[in-house]
């Protein structure tokens, strides 16, 4: 059987080719695009994300600007922060970085950016109407499993997609998302029974447990498509890729697979909303 390879990389350039020329476009209105990122303690893992994400922004011309708060910050500390950054006329997203320390109210955080400035999907209203249907910015990572699916023209319609994880940033939206396309969606998380028989059923698999290797091969539905959301330490997908490569027709790689396309449309959504503000 002849193999699809979903380049997410590849994917993820032709995003930022277009959003370059879109970027010089909001240049000549005298506007430059602005995400904020807000990272609270020392985590070196989400510091590395967050430096990512910052960079990722300077290479197409969106501004970053970078808050680090100390470790002891409080709730209402963060909250005032995100206040300002909603107020301010210059920054069109905002992103927290999570998780954030334990201490912190981190629902109560997300909460509090406002809806036209949720780039990264994390509000309880943007996901809710992402869910019906007509969300500006779903979080990020189901944006760009879609993204992919749409780039490579993998039907949707009809087909049965087994979700595996339903985490608010993840699992669920990108269930949401493909029952929106007409799929036909079974979300499983860790109390579902006959996990390997429900996975067995689907045309379209997507791994969002967050557990290395975890899908295995014989689960795999011959000409099953999977996007792996999974990253787990050592550069491993939720997938077990080698195993389930066999019976797939598609599959994304980890590295390269659905990571850079979510940072993609993160970019995408910082400059979906500076346009919103200078073009209506
Ligand atoms: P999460 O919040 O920890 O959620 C994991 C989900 O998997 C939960 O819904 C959990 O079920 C379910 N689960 C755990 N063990 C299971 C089992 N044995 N059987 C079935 N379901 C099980 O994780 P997340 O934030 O959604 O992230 C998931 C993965 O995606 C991770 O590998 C993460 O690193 C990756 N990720 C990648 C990107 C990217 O840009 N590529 C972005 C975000 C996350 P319960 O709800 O019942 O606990």
């Known amino acids: 059987m002849e193999k699809l390879i979903l380049d997410g990389t590849k994917v993820a350039e032709g995003v930022k080719a277009s959003l370059k020329e879109r970027v010089e476009e909001l240049k000549k209105k005298g506007k430059t695009p602005c995400l904020a990122t807000i990272l609270v303690g020392d985590d070196p893992s989400s510091e590395t994300y967050v430096r990512m994400k910052?960079?990722?922004?300077q290479k197409i011309g969106i501004d970053?600007?970078?808050?680090?708060?100390?470790?002891?910050?409080?709730?209402?500390?963060?909250?005032?922060?995100?206040?300002e950054l909603n107020e301010d006329e210059k920054v069109d997203g905002i992103l927290l970085q999570h998780p954030v320390p334990s201490h912190v109210d981190e629902r109560?955080?997300?909460?509090?950016?406002?809806?036209?400035?949720?780039?990264?999907?994390?509000?309880?209203?943007?996901?809710?109407?992402?869910a019906?249907?007509?969300?500006?910015?779903?979080?990020?990572?189901?944006?760009?499993?879609l993204r992919i699916i749409d780039d490579?023209?993998?039907?949707?319609?009809?087909?049965?997609?087994?979700?595996?994880?339903?985490?608010?940033?993840?699992?669920?939206?990108v269930s949401a998302l493909l029952l929106n396309r007409d799929a036909t969606v079974t979300t499983c998380h860790s109390h579902t029974q006959n996990l390997?028989?429900?996975?067995?059923?689907?045309?379209?698999?997507?791994?969002?447990?967050?557990?290395?290797?975890?899908?295995k091969g014989d689960w795999i539905k011959k000409?099953?498509?999977?996007?792996?959301?999974?990253?787990?330490?050592?550069?491993?997908?939720?997938?077990?890729?080698?195993a389930c490569y066999e019976n797939a027709s598609a599959i994304t790689?980890?590295?390269?697979?659905?990571?850079?396309?979510?940072?993609?449309?993160?970019?995408?959504?910082?400059?979906?909303?500076?346009?919103?503000?200078?073009?209506n």
Request: charged content about 25%; some cysteine; aromatic content about 6%.
């Open 152 to 173: 490579y023209e993998i039907p949707v319609k009809g087909k049965h997609a087994v979700v595996i994880g339903r985490s608010p940033i993840l699992g669920k939206p």
């Open 196 to 215: 390997p028989d429900i996975v067995k059923q689907a045309d379209i698999v997507i791994a969002a447990v967050g557990r290395p290797e975890f899908v």
């Open 54 to 57: 910052g960079n990722a922004c």
């Open 223 to 242: 000409g099953a498509v999977i996007l792996d959301a999974g990253y787990n330490k050592g550069n491993i997908g939720d997938v077990d890729y080698d």
């Open 132 to 145: 019906l249907g007509f969300g500006k910015y779903p979080s990020c990572t189901p944006a760009a499993i």
């Open 64 to 83: 970053s600007k970078r808050i680090h708060l100390p470790e002891e910050t409080t709730t209402e500390e963060l909250l005032a922060v995100i206040d």
């Open 253 to 279: 790689p980890v590295p390269g697979g659905v990571g850079p396309v979510t940072i993609s449309m993160l970019l995408k959504h910082t400059v979906d909303a500076a346009e919103e503000k200078t073009f």
């Open 108 to 130: 109560a955080a997300f909460e509090r950016i406002d809806i036209e400035k949720d780039v990264d999907g994390v509000t309880s209203f943007g996901y809710g109407q992402t």
